[in-house]
């Protein structure tokens, strides 16, 4: 089977409450051949690894979000670190990073529990699922600190422009493009899509977040991935079925599925 893979979803989201089950386990029949789904709190990772645990198309990402550390602790990034270290449907640490349009006045504390999953991920040998906004330059400055490198990984949502990207490209980060690429507006996403190379560019939906256009701020799927796969062939002016199938090669190549 020739499917997409979605590499950002939050399933275990209330947003699903009423038709989770069916909705996940459609998606294979409407051509979605992979998911990993993120977790952002101590209560979703929980909820990732049992999703995990009921579809063998669905893998894990285990991390705390930058606005959700308020009452993290040591025993939650133990936890995490000995959860994805032994469980193999765990294939990434994330989403975590720094979030300044929520917060401003926690930059210490978002700095430091960034850095200690950084370090998580490399003790596991997995992946970081890297989530900034409007925090360029701090987001890069610690990354590089921290040798981020070492982990490699996804700058999810991208939401910079190529400059930025190419930072990240240098350093042999993926670029993650979902819905708001669509958007009339987005002129950075564009530029973002037509400067980074199909080998480097990871397809999400960041669902229930972020529905591509005609579905703008309705509750995304994973179903609405075609959408977001035309608009990068279009602007790129290739085929959309070189972009889903190279995309799925770069996400198994990232989490480390074969
Ligand atoms: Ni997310």
């Not at 929980?46 to 893998?59: A, M």
Request: glycine share 8%; aromatic share 8%; proline share 4%.
């Amino acid at each position: 089977m020739n499917g997409i893979f979605e590499s950002h979803a939050h399933y275990e989201d209330e947003a699903f409450d009423n038709d989770r089950e069916a909705l996940i386990a459609s998606l294979p029949s409407n051509g979605i051949e992979y998911v990993v789904n993120v977790g952002s709190t101590a209560r979703t990772c929980r909820l990732t690894v049992e999703l995990t645990k009921k579809y063998g198309f669905l893998y894990g990402a285990l991390g705390i979000h930058p606005s959700e550390i308020k009452d993290i602790g040591d025993a939650d990034m133990d936890w995490i670190e000995s959860e994805t270290d032994a469980n193999p449907k765990i294939v990434a640490v994330g989403e975590i990073g720094l979030d300044y349009h929520w917060d401003k006045d926690n930059k210490a504390r978002q700095k430091e529990f960034f850095a200690r999953q950084i370090d998580i991920a490399r003790r596991v040998s997995k992946p970081i699922i890297v989530h900034s906004r409007e925090a360029a330059l701090d987001t890069w400055e610690l990354m590089k600190s921290e040798r981020a490198e070492d982990c490699g990984g996804v700058v999810h949502c991208f939401s910079y422009g190529k400059e930025e990207a190419a930072k990240y490209l240098d350093m042999g980060f993926y670029i993650g493009i979902g819905g708001a690429s669509t958007f009339k507006n987005a002129v950075r996403p564009r530029e973002v899509i037509t400067y980074v190379p199909l080998e480097r560019i990871l397809l999400e939906t960041d669902c229930p977040y972020l529905a591509p256009v005609p579905y703008r701020g309705k509750r995304n799927s994973s179903l609405n991935l075609p959408l977001i796969a035309e608009n990068i062939a279009a602007v790129k002016g290739i085929d959309v079925k070189t972009v889903c199938e190279v995309t799925k090669e770069n996400a198994k190549r990232m989490y480390g599925i074969v």
